[in-house]
């Protein structure tokens, strides 16, 4: 019985490892036919060359700058487990002889969190980990609903949670300067205080520093509420494609710009010394009230740090679920995002210049001229040929097409893949045009909601 169960076994492994052969080979065949007919459209643009180059150039330009963030990510994995010690050594066949188990510590900033409170301090303490080298630091910065009920609650059942009673609000930034400089790990954690890490997979996000060149590290991050609504969902593929591809590209080069807030860990040694600096940031005379983490990552590569995404851990947020609270979220990141892109310009070329002039001025010029482009396209369809904005539109969505097929190949069982084009429509038509909104707005320091 056994030897028959043993052979059922051995066919249904065959059976699945064949079935998974063919699944990749359809994606293969549909992303080759996707790129070409990503190829029959830019040769229809550039007949257009003569008339409109600009246009024409940026259609282009952007295309091949898109594709090329996708062919990177292919590489991720490779570059990742050349830098992660235990990595290396199980690719060539050597036993570990030691483990590495710093000491770390969680900072958790909230404000107002009485429903999300508990699930991220209970899932930090449920980490795979030595219990003694875990330390969690709560910063309740101001809160005026139950939160600090909570952490009372929460301090009786786990006694070594560390709770900073705030009772005016200083703002996120403080709090997280307030965490790290108490903070007794040699790795520290920041998470949002409506997210957490799997704690099965935590060992995932501290394996890394073992290698000394690794500054940060940032987790895979899923929303917690996906299925709420089709915003919800539509979320759930952009984080999926902003963390396993394009912060995935970056990582292949060890250049990560944003260390997610809701996930990610910093070497103590690090940050601490740019703490104060960081913590009193300002722009245009004024204190910088967001992009902490974006802020943090600079100063971090700046330092002369590797930066890393691993999706062998994961994370799990709360996503907007109103398109008034998402554009209130956009605005805040994109304000954040421009004036990093200022700082981090600074510098970055000389630090990574490859990646600087292929990758990071290239985005900031698609990212400023996508609302440009866009309205053209539009403009185009009223006072030229329709055709040259059916061009542009199905351009987009056959980019937005590989770059879901890619979604696929790595993530077969991901269901929420086919809302990666509502999102790619929601993104042309709305959300690329809040960056000049935020651009007026960005002498308005106050924080927004979720």
Partial sequence: ??????????????????????????????????????????????????YDPLFVGYTLFVTTFQLSRVLSAMFFKKSLYEVIPEKAEAEKGAIKKSVYEPRVTFVIPCKNEENAIEKTITQCFAADYPKEKIE??????????????????????????????????????????????????EIIIQLDSDSYIVPEEFRNLISPFENPEIGGVC????????????LSKMQAAYYFMSFRILKAAESSHYVVFCLSGCSSAYRKEAVLPIMDTWLNETFLGKPVTWGDDRALTNWV??????????????????????????????????????????????????KHPFVAFTYFYPLILVTLLTPVMATKAVYSAFTEEI????????????????????????????????????????????????????LLTIQNRKWGTR
């Avoid at 304000?335 to 970055?348: E, L, M, P, T, Y």
């Fill in 1 to 50: 019985m056994h030897t028959q169960e043993l052979t059922q076994f051995e066919h249904l492994t065959e059976e699945r490892a064949e079935n998974s052969l063919k699944y990749r080979m359809m994606i293969l065949f549909l992303g080759m036919i996707a790129l070409f007919l990503v190829v029959v459209i830019k040769s229809k643009n550039i007949n257009n060359l003569n």
């Fill in 136 to 185: 969690v630091i709560v910063i309740n910065d101001g809160s005026t609903d139950g939160t600090g009920e909570v952490l009372k609650m929460l301090k009786k059942k786990f006694e070594s949670l560390i709770v900073v009673d705030w009772k005016e609000n200083k703002g996120k930034r403080h709090g997280m300067a307030e965490g790290f400089n108490r903070a007794k790990g």
């Fill in 219 to 230: 987790a895979h991050a899923d929303p917690e509420n996906a299925d709420t609504n089709i």
């Fill in 301 to 350: 590569l700046k330092r002369g740090y590797k930066t890393i995404y691993t999706d062998e851990v994961r994370a799990r947020t709360i996503v907007p679920t109103t398109l008034k609270q998402l554009f209130k979220q956009q605005v805040r990141w994109k304000k954040g995002w421009f004036v990093n892109s200022i700082n981090a310009g600074k510098f970055v070329y000389k």
């Fill in 387 to 438: 055709s040259n904005t059916i061009f542009y539109v199905l351009g987009v969505m056959l980019v937005a097409a590989i770059i879901t097929l890619y979604y696929r190949y790595v993530a077969r069982d991901n269901k929420h893949w086919g809302y990666m084009f509502l999102w790619a429509g929601l993104n042309m038509i709305v959300l690329s045009f809040l960056l000049y909104y935020a």
